[in-house]
């Protein structure tokens, strides 16, 4: 997998892929392989963690990932362009799922700046762009433990008039209902296909 730095300071280009299933064939192989609680790095990738909640400033644990369709976003509150965009198109993509898929589909905000991402702050600004989208935040560490297992890098850099700003990837991480790591959608969003690849998978998840 390719990650790419972001540097919240100007347009940025990158390439637009979408890296999931493509096809029926391999998404049938991927699934037979989750089954089987051998998804391609799981030993690696994921794992168990403790944050928290902004909504109720109360524990959010990998536990409340299982159930459910999870998509996982590191991002943070004074983000400029990627954030917000992102988290824009994750709402066109919740409201364009029927009301089944819809609800089987959650949207997680993981903050990677912790010392700003108040739970309060999260709380407000997380779901302005879609109700149930959840922000969660926590110590640094850990969040940045968490980030490192899912192969979504960041880091601080800090700035020349003292301030900072964080560099980031951009990916969007699939969360199955298993709770495990099962694959990711590379930035810029493309939300039909995005949209179909998710459709396709939860059905072969069911079949």
Same mark, same amino acid.
């Given at each position: ?9 100007? #347009? *940025?280009?990158?390439?637009? $892929? ?18 089987? !609680?051998?998804? &391609?790095?799981? &030993?690696?990738?994921?794992? @168990?963690?403790?944050? *928290?909640?902004? !909504? /109720? ?19 943070? =509150? ?7 965009? =992102? ?7 919740? !409201? ?17 700046? @912790? !010392?700003?991402? /108040? @739970? ?56 199955? @209902? ?12 493309? *939300? #039909?296909?995005?949209?179909? =690849?998710?459709?396709? $998978? ?6």
């Amino acid at each position: 997998m390719i990650f790419r730095w972001l540097r919240h300071r100007g #347009p *940025i280009a990158l390439v637009s $892929t979408l890296d999931h299933i493509r096809h029926k064939r391999h998404a049938r192989a991927a699934l037979k392989g989750a089954q089987n !609680a051998k998804v &391609a790095g799981k &030993a690696d990738i994921g794992g @168990p963690f403790t944050l *928290i909640d902004s !909504a /109720t400033n109360k524990s959010f644990s990998s536990d409340q990932l299982k159930g459910t369709w999870s998509l996982l976003y590191f991002g943070f =509150t004074h983000c400029p362009d990627i954030c917000p965009t =992102t988290l824009a198109e994750l709402a066109q993509l919740k !409201a364009q799922l029927a009301d089944t898929e819809a609800d089987a589909t959650r949207v997680v905000m993981l903050s990677v700046d @912790p !010392a700003r991402d /108040t @739970p309060e702050r999260l709380a407000q600004y997380v779901p302005y762009f879609y109700p149930d989208f959840v922000g969660v935040t926590g110590e640094f560490t850990e969040i940045l433990s968490v980030a490192q297992r899912l192969n979504a890098p960041f880091r601080k850099v800090s700035e020349p008039d003292g301030s900072y700003q964080m560099e980031h990837s951009a990916n969007v991480i699939l969360m199955n @209902p298993r709770g495990d790591y099962h694959g990711f959608f590379r930035a810029p969003l493309d *939300i #039909p296909k995005m949209r179909v =690849t998710l459709r396709s $998978t939860q059905y072969l998840w069911e079949h």
